[in-house]
C-alpha cells in the first residue's frame, strides 16, 4: 500500500516537470534564435568596421606614398570614409535603441561603437597627419593614429571572443 501511494504522488510529480519543460522549451528556443541573430548582426558590424580600418590604412599608404595622393582625392577619401562609418553607427544605434540596458546584446553594442569611436579617432590623426608640416608633430600624430588602430584591432578581438562562448 505504501508504494502504491508513492508511485500516486510521483505521476503528478513527473507530470509536472514535463509540463514545465514543454513550457520553458520553446521560450529558450526563440532565445537561441534571437542569440543567433545577434550574433549575425554583431559580426557583420565588425566586418564593417575592419573594412573601415583597412580603407583608412590604404589612404595612410597613399598619403605617405611617393608620389603622395593630392590633397582633393584625400579629401574625397576621407568624406567617403565618414559617411560609411556614420552608416555603421547609425546602424548600432538604432540596433541599441531596441535591447533592454541590462543585457548581453548592449554590452556586446557598446564595445563596438568603442570600437567604432577609436577607427574614428585613428581617422581624425591622419587627418592632422597631412595638414602637419612639423616632423615631430607627424611622428606623434602617427603614434597616436597606431595607438587607436590597435585599441580598436584589440576591442574587435575581445568582442569576438565574447561573443563565441554565448
Do not use: W
Not at 608640416?133 to 576591442?155: H, I, N, P
Amino acid at each position: 500500500m505504501n508504494h502504491y501511494v508513492k508511485i500516486k504522488l510521483f505521476i503528478p510529480l513527473l507530470l509536472s516537470i514535463s509540463t514545465l519543460c514543454l513550457a520553458i522549451s520553446p521560450l529558450s528556443a526563440s532565445g537561441n534564435v534571437a542569440m543567433i541573430e545577434h550574433k549575425e548582426i554583431l559580426t557583420q558590424y565588425i566586418e564593417d568596421i575592419r573594412k573601415l580600418q583597412d580603407h583608412i590604412i590604404t589612404l595612410l599608404e597613399d598619403v605617405t606614398g611617393v608620389p603622395p595622393v593630392s590633397n582633393t582625392d584625400f579629401t574625397s577619401e576621407l568624406s567617403l570614409i565618414y559617411n560609411e562609418m556614420e552608416d555603421v553607427e547609425k546602424r548600432i544605434l538604432n540596433y541599441i535603441s531596441s535591447v533592454p540596458k541590462l543585457s548581453y546584446q548592449r554590452r556586446d553594442l557598446l564595445l563596438s561603437l568603442v570600437a567604432l569611436n577609436s577607427v574614428e579617432n585613428s581617422l581624425y590623426q591622419l587627418s592632422q597627419f597631412i595638414k602637419e608640416t612639423s616632423g615631430v608633430e607627424k611622428a606623434l600624430l602617427l603614434e597616436d593614429f597606431y595607438f587607436l588602430r590597435t585599441s580598436a584591432s584589440d576591442t574587435l578581438y575581445r568582442l569576438e571572443r565574447i561573443i563565441e562562448r554565448e
